[in-house]
C-alpha cells in the first residue's frame, strides 16, 4: 500500500476552519438499522469517556474533530491513541473479547468478515445521514442488512494513460488495444500479474465486463455466498485471459509484477496500464504526464473494479455505544471533517459532496468516475478462502499452463468444497 505524508499546511488550515464550526447536529429521527435504538444519540450533556485508535495520519484531522466535540459535551472524555495501521485490526480482534481496546478504531472495510465472525463491531445508526455518502462506500460496510461502519475515504483501479502516447481511452478493450498498438511502444498495455502468483485484485474489472462477479450481491449492496463467477460468464473471461496471456496476444503476462508493470509504464513503453492511485506519484517522478480513466469493457458489460473503504468502526464491547455514535454521526461525518480526513491522508472522499468539491483535480475525477462504476471488495467470511484459489486459477491460464476452461472449472470446484 502507498505512503502519503501528512500535508502540515493544509491540516492546519481545515484544523483552522474546523474551530468555528459548532459540528452540533441534530440526528435523524428515522433509522436505517434495527440496533438504531441502542445508539441513538444521548440528549445532550453527555459524560463518560471514548478511546479512539488511529494512525499518525490521520490523527490531526480526528483530533479537530474531538475538539469541537468537546465544546458541546465537555463531560465527555476523549482519548486518541497513534497506531500502526498495520497493526490494527489483530489488535482490536485480540483485545474487544477481553472488555480492552477502543470504543472507536480506524480501519478498513474488509476487515469487516472477520469483526463480525468474532463479534467484535457494533452497528453505526447514520439515519438519514447515509443519503450523503456514495452507496458504494455504505454498501461496503453493510452486512446482513445493517451498516457496521462510517465511510470515509473509497480507492479503486482504474486506467493510467500517458497522455504524451494516447490521447484518450476507448470504451473497449478491442478499441484500447489498437490504440495502444498505434503508439508503437512496446506493449500497447501492461498490467500488474503479481508475477505467478496471480492478481484477480488488478484484473476484477476486466472479469466484472464479462457479468462474472465473485459474489453475488443483494440488493442492497451487501453479497450473500454464492459464487458469481461461474456458468458461461465465467468461462467467457477465462477465455478472454488465455487469447491475452503468454500463448495467446501476449498483453497479459505472469513476468508482471507490481514493480515491473510500473517501471515498464513509467519508463514510456506502454500508452496504458492499470493501476490505483498509489502509483501516480511513481509515474510523475518519472516524468509521465498521466490521465486517469475508467476501465474499458473487455466482456460488453461495466467494468466494475473493486473499491476499497476506510472507515470506523464502533466495539461492541464499548460502555459508551450512544457518545460513540453520537461522536462518529454528527462530529466525524461531516463536510468539513472528512476534508479534513483527505488533506490529511488523500483518498477519494466517500461523502458526496466532499468528493465533488476535491474533483477539480482531474486525477482524482478520474479515479471517482472508476469508483462510481466500481462494486465494494467482499467483506464477508468467505473471501478468504477466494484469492489462494482464484489467483492461482488466472495465473495458470495467463501463463498457459492450463487451459482457461480446465483451469477456471477446477477453481470453482475448489471454491466450493472451501466455502461449504
Not at 501516480?280 to 498521466?290: C, E, L, N, R, S
Not at 492461482?392 to 492450463?402: W, Y
Request: aromatic share 10%; hydrophobic share 40%.
Amino acid at each position: 500500500m502507498r505512503k502519503t505524508l501528512i500535508r502540515t499546511a493544509a491540516v492546519a488550515a481545515a484544523l483552522t476552519f474546523l474551530a468555528a464550526c459548532s459540528g452540533n447536529e441534530t440526528p435523524a429521527a428515522e433509522t436505517t438499522s434495527p440496533a438504531a435504538a441502542e445508539t441513538t444519540e444521548p440528549a445532550g450533556g453527555a459524560t463518560g469517556a471514548l478511546t479512539i485508535w488511529v494512525d499518525e495520519n490521520r490523527k490531526p484531522a480526528v483530533q479537530a474533530a474531538v475538539d469541537i466535540y468537546n465544546k458541546t459535551n465537555p463531560g465527555v472524555t476523549v482519548e486518541l491513541v497513534q497506531k500502526n495501521f498495520e497493526d490494527i485490526r489483530a489488535d482490536f480482534l485480540a483485545q474487544v473479547p477481553t472488555g480492552e481496546g477502543p470504543d472507536i478504531t480506524i480501519g478498513a472495510h474488509d476487515w469487516l468478515g472477520s469483526f463480525i465472525v468474532n463479534g467484535v463491531a457494533e452497528p453505526v445508526d447514520l439515519g438519514d445521514k447515509v443519503s450523503e455518502f456514495e452507496s458504494v462506500a455504505t454498501q461496503a460496510f453493510t452486512y446482513d442488512g445493517q451498516i457496521y461502519g462510517l465511510p470515509y475515504a473509497l480507492e479503486t483501479v482504474a486506467i493510467v494513460r500517458n497522455t504524451a502516447l494516447a490521447d484518450s481511452t476507448p470504451a473497449t478493450w478491442d478499441e484500447l488495444i489498437a490504440k495502444g498498438t498505434e503508439a508503437k511502444t512496446k506493449y500497447p498495455f501492461v498490467i500488474n500479474t503479481n508475477g505467478t502468483t496471480g492478481d484477480a485484485y488488478t484484473y476484477y474489472g476486466l472479469q466484472t465486463s464479462f457479468g462474472a462477479p465473485v459474489f453475488v450481491q443483494n440488493a442492497d449492496g451487501s453479497y450473500t455466498n454464492e459464487i458469481g463467477m461461474g456458468g458461461d460468464a465465467g468461462l467467457a473471461f477465462a477465455t478472454f485471459l488465455g487469447e491475452n496471456g503468454m500463448k495467446g496476444s501476449g498483453h497479459f503476462s505472469t513476468d508482471w509484477t507490481y514493480d515491473v508493470a510500473n517501471q515498464e509504464f513509467a519508463d514510456g513503453n506502454a500508452p496504458y496500464t492499470i493501476a490505483g492511485p498509489w502509483a501516480i506519484q511513481t509515474f510523475k517522478d518519472a516524468g509521465i504526464d498521466v490521465a486517469v480513466d475508467p476501465i474499458p469493457s473487455a466482456g460488453g458489460e461495466t467494468a466494475a473494479p473493486f473499491v476499497g473503504v476506510q472507515g470506523f468502526y464502533l466495539s461492541a464491547q464499548s460502555e459508551n455505544k450512544l457518545v460513540a455514535n453520537d461522536f462518529l454521526v454528527n462530529y466525524v461525518a461531516t463536510a468539513d471533517v472528512i476534508k479534513a480526513l483527505y488533506d490529511a491522508d488523500p483518498r477519494l472522499p466517500a461523502m458526496t459532496v466532499v468528493a465533488d468539491q476535491v474533483a477539480s483535480d482531474p486525477i482524482v475525477a478520474g479515479y471517482l468516475a472508476a469508483s462510481k462504476n466500481g462494486a465494494p471488495m467482499p467483506s464477508i467470511p468467505e473471501m478468504g478462502d477466494v484469492w489462494e484459489h482464484w489467483n492461482a486459477a488466472e495465473s495458470s491460464i495467463i501463463s498457459g499452463a492450463a487451459t482457461p476452461e480446465a483451469a477456471w472449472t477446477k477453481m470453482l470446484t475448489d471454491l466450493e468444497a472451501a466455502i461449504g
